[in-house]
Nanobody
Framework: EVQLVEYGGGLVQAGGSLRLSCAASGFTFDDYAIGWFRQAPGKEREGVSCISNSDVSTYYADSVKGRFTISSDNAKNTVYLQMNSLKPEDTAVYYC????????????????????WGQGTQVTVSS
């Protein structure tokens, strides 16, 4: 059974940092792209970042470039999202998602392309 579980959300002041973890099980990690998405109240789900575990290519939304870093530890089947210089507008429920991809495909950006989702973790940034 494929499972994705997010950890690391919480409350932080503006300018602070958090690291989210997405622990995956039930599939061959190297064959997958893992994405991070977020959804704030009253807003649509937004793609934040993605990493392709086959070629380690990455994608970042413009709103987080230079502040967030995605990384993958294939030995631990875990993807991390390091979030620095957090802003109140980063407040949202953050989800990780996974999809199996052909070797060399690269990143997968859109939510509808993902097959598996975690339950989400709340990130709240106070001003």
């Amino acid at each position: 059974e494929v499972q994705l579980v997010e950890y690391g959300g919480g409350l932080v002041q503006a300018g602070g940092s958090l690291r989210l973890s997405c622990a995956a099980s039930g599939f061959t990690f190297d064959d997958y792209a893992i994405g991070w998405f977020r959804q704030a109240p009253g807003k649509e789900r937004e793609g934040v970042s993605c990493i392709s575990n086959s070629d380690v290519s990455t994608y970042y939304a413009d709103s987080v470039k230079g502040r967030f870093t995605i990384s993958s530890d294939n030995a631990k089947n875990t993807v991390y999202l390091q979030m620095n210089s957090l802003k109140p507008e980063d407040t949202a429920v953050y989800y990780c998602a996974g999809v199996k991809i052909p070797k060399g495909l690269g990143v997968v950006i859109f939510a509808h392309e993902y097959d598996y989702w975690g339950q989400g973790t709340q990130v709240t940034v106070s001003s």
